[in-house]
C-alpha cells in the first residue's frame, strides 16, 4: 500500500435538520480535501449517486479541490456512465486533467444500484437491458475513444463555420485533449470477469467496496483474486505501463476516548453477506475500529490490501470536517506508515 486516500459518499441532510446540508457537504469536502493535502494523504475521492441526498455532480466539487491544493490527486469511485453524455465527460475530464496537472484518477462503470427504477430515462437515455449494463458499455467506448483523440463529427461548409478553421468534412475530435487523462481513468469492478475486461481495456483498477460472490471466502481474498486476474489479462494484453489498483475499506484507528465513543461500537469481526439487484450474493466488507497495533496486524493480513497499491478509506462525512480530519491524520501517524505507505510530498 503506497497510497491512500479518503473515499465519500457526499451524504447530505435534505432539509438541514438532520445533519448537514448539501452544501455544507460540498464545502466540507474541501476544506478536507486541504487539510488531507497538508497531511500528506495521497488521494480525495468521491461517489456518485442520482435521485439519493448523496454526491451527484462531482465535477464542480473536484474542481474546488483542484484550485485549493497542491498535491492530492482527486477523482471519483464511480461516475455511473448509465447517466452521463460520454463525449461531454470526455470534455469535463480532459479539463481537470490539465487544471490538476494530471491529479486526476475518474473511476466510472456501470454503477451501483440507485433509488430511481431505470433512473437513467429520465436524463434522456435509454437501454435495452433492465439494470442498463449494455448502455453503460456503449458509453464507456465512445468515451474512451474521445479522450483517445478520435473523431465523432465532420467540419461544417465554410460558409457555415465560425470562425472558419477546417477545410469542409475534416474529422473533428472533441477538445480539450489531455495526453495523460487515458492513463487517469478507473473501472469499478465487482466482479472477475468485469476486471478482466478492465484490464483488456486498458483501464487501471478499482476494486469496489464490495464483490458479487459470496463462496466463504473475505472480501480480501476475493479482491485479490480479482486483482491477480487482472493483472494477469493486463500482462497478457502487452500494454506498455504500469496500472495502478485500489481497494477501499472502512477503518477507524482509536486513539482517545472519542474516537473509542464515536467508532468503537461500529468494529465487526467478519465480513456480511447479502443480496444484490434481488438476486446476486454479494459479500461486503467489515469494518475495522481499534487500537493502531491491532488495526496494522488486521491490515497485513487483508490479502487485497497487500495487493492493491492505494487504499480508499470510506468516510463518514455526515460527522463534518473536524472528525474526519482526525480520522485521517489518525491513519497517517498511526497506521499507514507501518503498511508501506508514502505521503505525497
Known amino acids: ?3 491512500f486516500g479518503f473515499l465519500s459518499f457526499g451524504h447530505h441532510s435534505i432539509d438541514g435538520k438532520d445533519g448537514l446540508d448539501a452544501g455544507q457537504v460540498l464545502r466540507s469536502s474541501v476544506e478536507l480535501a486541504q487539510a488531507a493535502d497538508e497531511i500528506g494523504v495521497n488521494g480525495a475521492y468521491f461517489r456518485v449517486h442520482h435521485f439519493a441526498p448523496q454526491g451527484a455532480s ?3 466539487l473536484m474542481g474546488a479541490i483542484v484550485g485549493a491544493t497542491k498535491r492530492i490527486e482527486v477523482g471519483t469511485g464511480v461516475i455511473d456512465m448509465r447517466y452521463e453524455n460520454p463525449l461531454q ?6 479539463a481537470l486533467d490539465l487544471l490538476s496537472e494530471g491529479r486526476l484518477a475518474l473511476g466510472v462503470s456501470r454503477g451501483s444500484p440507485e433509488p430511481a427504477r431505470r433512473g437513467w430515462e429520465a436524463f434522456g437515455y435509454g437501454a435495452n437491458t433492465e439494470n442498463g449494463a449494455d448502455m453503460a458499455r456503449q458509453k464507456f467506448e465512445l468515451f474512451m475513444a474521445a479522450i483517445r483523440g478520435y473523431a465523432f463529427a465532420e467540419a461544417n ?3 457555415q463555420q465560425y470562425p472558419q478553421m477546417y477545410q469542409p468534412g475534416t474529422p473533428l475530435p472533441v477538445f480539450p485533449h489531455s495526453p495523460s487523462l487515458e492513463r487517469h481513468v478507473w473501472w469499478g469492478s465487482g466482479t472477475r470477469a468485469s476486471a478482466e475486461q478492465a484490464a483488456r481495456d486498458g483501464v487501471n483498477l478499482m476494486s469496489s467496496t464490495l464483490v458479487s460472490e459470496a463462496d466463504g ?4 481474498e476475493l479482491q485479490a483474486e480479482q486483482i491477480r486476474v487482472y493483472r494477469q489479462s ?3 494484453a502487452g500494454h506498455d505501463w504500469d496500472p495502478r489498483v485500489s481497494v477501499s475499506r472502512s477503518v477507524f484507528p482509536i486513539v482517545s476516548s472519542e474516537d473509542r465513543e464515536l467508532f468503537g461500537l461500529l468494529a465487526s469481526d467478519k465480513d456480511q453477506i447479502g443480496l444484490l439487484e434481488g438476486a446476486t450474493k454479494t459479500t461486503f466488507g467489515r469494518t475495522y475500529a481499534a487500537e493502531p497495533d491491532v488495526l496494522i496486524e488486521q491490515l497485513k493480513v487483508d490479502p487485497a490490501v497487500e495487493s492493491a497499491d492505494t487504499l480508499m478509506l470510506t468516510i463518514p462525512n455526515q460527522l463534518g470536517t473536524d472528525v474526519n480530519i482526525r480520522i485521517l491524520d489518525n491513519f497517517a501517524k498511526f497506521v499507514a506508515p ?4 508514502k505521503p505525497s510530498v
Open 234 to 236: 493486463w500482462e497478457d
Open 217 to 220: 471466502s473475505t472480501l480480501g
Open 89 to 94: 465527460l470526455a470534455e469535463e475530464a480532459a
Open 58 to 60: 462531482p465535477m464542480p
Open 157 to 159: 461548409s465554410l460558409d
Open 338 to 341: 507501518a503498511l508501506g505507505w
Open 1 to 3: 500500500m503506497e497510497r
